[in-house]
């Protein structure tokens, strides 16, 4: 196997592992035992634990862009941002434990608001900034920080995905999905122009 086959069997595990029992189940051990490699391989490749978890939540960030970046966004504006925050929720209820481990696991590597963000890092964040840039350059939506409104849309929507993966939201799925899209578009209404 070669090291990028080796590196691609690591992270593939990792997810596997992390998919099933959370991140609290994903140990070197475990990995190195499902891949079929020693513990001390995988330091090879991660040089630590919190490296390894890292590089799963951005190989989950690089996933949602990409399904994010499919999508017709249009001109933007409303309809922009509810396909993109419809994707959001959708890879959230899929992959309820990567989502958590990319949003709301503290670990190095994590993208910092504001700096990272304006800098254009944020895989994800770009793509709502530009809905809602869109929206501005139609008239739709008030002329503000567009970054702002980026992590305010998703301090929105991750709040909701929290609750309803911590059990708080009394609904199923599709249920929940209703209950997300009322609460964008009242927080629409107040960026409208």
């Known amino acids: ?4 086959d080796t590196a691609r069997s690591i992270l593939l595990s ?11 189940a994903v140990s070197m051990r475990k990995v190195a035992q499902q891949v079929g490699v020693t513990a001390m391989a995988i330091y090879r490749h991660f040089p630590d634990h919190a490296a390894l978890m890292n590089a799963v939540a951005e190989q989950g ?15 933007g504006g409303t309809e922009g941002l509810e396909q993109v925050a419809d994707a959001f929720i959708e890879y959230a209820l899929a992959s309820p434990r990567l989502f958590e481990l990319m949003f709301f696991t503290k670990r190095p590597g994590a993208r ?3 700096r ?3 800098a254009g890092l944020s895989p994800t964040a770009n ?7 869109q929206g ?14 980026t992590f305010e849309t998703g301090a929105l929507l991750q709040g909701l995905i929290m609750l309803y993966l911590g059990d708080r939201f009394e609904g ?3 249920e929940f999905r209703l209950f997300c899209r009322r609460s964008l578009r009242r927080y629409i209404h107040g960026i409208r122009a």
Do not use: T
């Open 1 to 4: 196997m070669s090291e990028n």
């Open 14 to 24: 990792a997810r596997r592992l992390l998919d099933d029992g959370g991140a609290d």
């Open 61 to 75: 960030f690089a996933e949602l862009a990409g399904i994010m970046r499919q999508l017709e966004l249009g001109r």
């Open 112 to 114: 910092r608001f504001p």
């Open 116 to 118: 990272d963000f304006k």
């Open 127 to 133: 793509l709502f900034a530009a809905a809602f840039e």
């Open 136 to 149: 501005v350059r139609s008239g739709e939506f008030v002329d503000a920080d567009p970054w702002e409104i």
């Open 172 to 174: 199923g799925p599709e």
